[in-house]
């Protein structure tokens, strides 16, 4: 599973990248995810990374508070998360949850990955800064999305889609996908 293992730090570095770019004074700035400003975004972040750590009995990384330190919050969530991925006995642990049944670095494939390069640029657009992505990670991303759009937006984690301008490059069309305007 190491191409999961690069693919998760790859998309990690991309989002580590956005959030050192982050002012102080940014930090209350609305996002494009409803009812969270950049603060918001990382702490979702760092839950969601807690909450399937913790289904490998890893939930606990001693990081400080998001609030107090965002960036330590998410390096300290970054690591653990690496560290299951790169521990075989760890990674390739079958789990069966609500959203179905494989092994622990395929959840973190296909939602906590995904939701990095999304959220690099939410927290980028919240933040005022710039919101290029990784074209690589888009495309990815843009596929997986695709292939999940019903139940995403049934669960409420997409917006509804939104138009793009026929002939849009790649991250406008993923993001419209989602429901964000670039």
Request: with cysteine; aromatic share 8%.
């Amino acid at each position: 599973m190491t191409h999961i293992s690069e693919r998760y730090r790859r998309r990690a570095d991309q989002f580590e990248s956005k959030l050192a770019a982050v002012t102080p004074d940014a930090w209350n700035r609305p996002s494009p995810c409803p009812d969270w400003d950049a603060l918001g975004v990382v702490r979702h972040l760092v839950e969601s990374s807690q909450f399937f750590l913790s289904w490998v009995e890893m939930g606990e990384t001693g990081g400080p508070a998001v609030g107090n330190d965002p960036m330590g919050a998410w390096r300290a969530l970054r690591a653990g998360v690496e560290q299951a991925l790169n521990d075989p006995a760890v990674a390739d642990r079958v789990l069966e949850r609500s959203m179905g049944t494989m092994p622990f670095a395929q959840f973190v494939d296909q939602y906590l990955s995904f939701d990095l390069v999304v959220h690099a640029w939410d927290l980028a657009k919240a933040a005022g800064i710039d919101d290029q992505l990784n074209p690589v990670d888009v495309r990815e991303v843009k596929t997986q999305a695709e292939s999940m759009v019903e139940i995403g937006r049934k669960m409420g984690a997409f917006g509804p889609a939104v138009d793009a301008t026929d002939g849009a490059e790649e991250q406008t069309q993923l993001l419209a996908l989602l429901g964000r305007r670039r």
